[in-house]
């Protein structure tokens, strides 16, 4: 969650730590304590005509 959003790039040191207790926190409230998650990747080739 943290790298696909940006999260990581885009917040300081101390709001990361809060983004990622706040996180954790979700996922304990509505997550099992163990899931599967599901992937999607995408990818384009580029050509210079």
Avoid at 15 to 29: D, F, P, Q, T, Y
């Amino acid at each position: 969650m943290k790298a696909c959003r940006g999260v990581g790039a885009s917040l300081s040191e101390v709001e990361i730590s809060v983004w990622e207790r706040e996180h954790m926190a979700l996922l304990n409230k509505i997550a099992e304590p163990e899931f599967e998650v599901l992937h999607h990747a995408a990818m384009a080739v580029l050509r210079k005509k």
